[in-house]
């Protein structure tokens, strides 16, 4: 038996949270394997609203979690939400974490200031900044936030340099914390209050599965979000997609049994980009408020759309999506007449996949397919109870995607969620 692999399909924000909390029920171990708090999962259980920016949503469950080495981590945040849970958690964070360090926060927000047009939007938790340092073998891991001596030296080699390029090349002040001592102060004690659960993650969920035990992987964000795949550049810096979970987490291909990709009944997007079926109107409004489509992390009110069949045809390709949830269908509930995008026509041309080039996106015109509206008060309890015109909106987009959709949610409660 290998793992299963939760993935989004669209912009993030599909909804990853309540399904892998659903899904975390049956599981022995949850994972995440990219990103870092930039991402917020919400998970509601009854009166109790748990907010996940690190830690999987299998934390709900208090099951064993872990923190792949393709997370980029930020230790303040790590410690908030491992004391915000109030109990003690059986968690492992891969000593090969990249650290978020206060200059990426800064260079985050530089970075974003300095741009006059093509601003990202990201969500300042520099997360970019912190995977360049990965890339460029500069970056400061999780083994050496944990060693006193090593962070010192990691500290003093890094610091300098960021200054230099925060106040001479983005004109940026940071300002009198910004010292060399003082973050070295309080991350070392950070790194003491986090020692304890470093290990190797890639080991610890190879064994598990080798064993037998059910194992879930995590991805934050969604699919447009990658940064090879998604659109470029208004894209996150790591890579969401499934095929990521494998690096992510340090696992070989044959260790994933099955992808599950998330897909909200509409797109929501946060920050720039490319949004073809945007809906720029009192429907996109009404959505908005409905869906309470508010960013976890940021709380930026999220862009809205149609469905968009072209972006998932396009998802699930490139995850091998063997199954799809459809999350928030009962959102739409009340709107008379529902559009879902086919296809782009571009310059005359049909287009059916999302085009490598983000300018050619832009430029794109959705063709729609109309529906007749439905009505769900999220009490419902089988497919057959959300009614003809809903079922008929989700077997269309079934046979279009020729992927089973083989959950639908109706709500943010784990009963609300229904299994087909
Ligand atoms: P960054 O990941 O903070 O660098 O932001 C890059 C882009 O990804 C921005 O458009 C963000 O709004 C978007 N983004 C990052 N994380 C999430 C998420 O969890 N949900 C939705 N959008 C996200």
Sequence with gaps: MGATVIVGLQFGDEGKGKI?????EKADLVARFNGGNNAGHTVVVGEKKFKFF?????????????????????????????TGLGEKIDLVIDARAQIVMPWHNLLDLAIEQKKDSQKIGTTGRGIGPCYAD????????????VDEKRLQKKISEN?????????LVFGFSPGSDFSEKKIFEEYSEL??????????????????????KKVLLEAAQGTFLDNDFGTYPFVTSSHPIAGAALTGIGLPAKAIEKIIGVAKAYTTRVGSGPFATELNNEIGSRIREKGMEFGTTTGRPRRVGWLDLVLLRTANRLNGTGEIVMTKIDVLSGIEELNICTEYLLEGKTIREVPADTEKISKCIPVYKKFPGFEISGKEKSFAELGKNARAYVEFVEKELKTRISVVSIGAERNQTILR
Aim: hydrophobic share 40%; with cysteine.
């Design 159 to 167: 610091f300098g340099p960021n200054r230099l390029l925060l106040e």
């Design 54 to 82: 690190l830690l999987p949503s299998g934390a709900a469950h208090k099951k064993k979690c872990c923190i792949g080495a393709g997370v980029a981590l930020d230790p303040k945040t790590m410690l908030k939400e491992i």
């Design 191 to 212: 790194g003491k209050k986090l020692k304890s659960y470093c290990g190797d993650v890639s080991l610890e969920t190879s064994n598990a599965i080798n064993s037998g």
């Design 20 to 24: 892998t909390d659903f899904f975390a």
């Design 134 to 145: 990965r890339a460029s073998r500069s970056g400061i891991r999780f083994l050496e936030l």
